[in-house]
C-alpha cells in the first residue's frame, strides 16, 4: 500500500517537472500582487522551491508532536533579518519538521520575499506582527 502511494507521488512529480519553470514564474510575479493571500501563497511557494520544505497541514490540537512545515510556520519559527553575516534580506527559520526532526536554517532571500507588505499591520497567518531585525 506504501509502495503505491509512493508511486502516485512520483508520477505527480513526473507531471510537474513539465511546468515548473511556469510555476516559478508565476509566484515571482505574484510577489507583486496587490492581494496580499496572493503574496502570501506566493512566499510559500518560494520557500517551498528554493528550501524543499514540505509544505505541511494544520493539525488539530494535541493530535501529534509539534512538527510544521511551510504552510503551518508561526511566528516563533522565523526570524527576519534584513542584514546578517554579510548577507542582505535573510530569513531564519528553528523548528521541528518530519519526524521531529529540527530544521534550523539562515537563508539569503530575494527583498520582495523579506518584505512581502510595506503595511505590516495587514501581515496575516506566520507574519503577522513579526519585526525585521536590522
Given amino acids: 500500500?506504501?509502495?503505491?502511494?509512493d508511486w502516485e507521488k512520483y508520477e505527480v512529480a513526473r507531471k510537474l517537472k513539465s511546468c515548473v519553470?511556469?510555476?516559478r514564474n508565476e509566484y515571482l510575479q505574484d510577489l507583486k500582487s496587490k492581494q496580499m493571500v496572493t503574496r502570501q501563497r506566493a512566499v510559500a511557494l518560494y520557500f517551498i522551491d528554493k528550501l524543499a520544505?514540505?509544505?505541511g497541514n494544520e493539525k488539530e490540537e494535541g493530535e501529534t508532536a509539534d512538527t510544521v512545515g511551510c504552510c503551518s510556520l508561526r511566528v516563533e519559527?522565523?526570524?527576519l533579518h534584513e542584514q546578517l553575516d554579510a548577507n542582505e534580506c535573510v530569513v531564519e527559520f528553528d523548528f521541528l519538521g518530519k519526524d521531529s526532526i529540527r530544521?534550523?536554517?539562515k537563508v539569503p532571500v530575494i527583498k520582495k520575499v523579506l518584505h512581502p507588505s510595506k503595511d505590516r499591520s495587514t501581515w496575516t497567518g506566520s507574519f503577522h506582527d513579526h519585526k525585521i531585525r536590522k
Avoid: P
Wanted: charged share 25%; proline share 0%; glycine share 6%.
Fill in 1 to 5: 500500500m506504501q509502495g503505491e502511494k
Fill in 21 to 23: 519553470d511556469s510555476i
Fill in 53 to 55: 520544505l514540505r509544505a
Fill in 77 to 79: 519559527h522565523i526570524i
Fill in 103 to 105: 530544521y534550523y536554517n
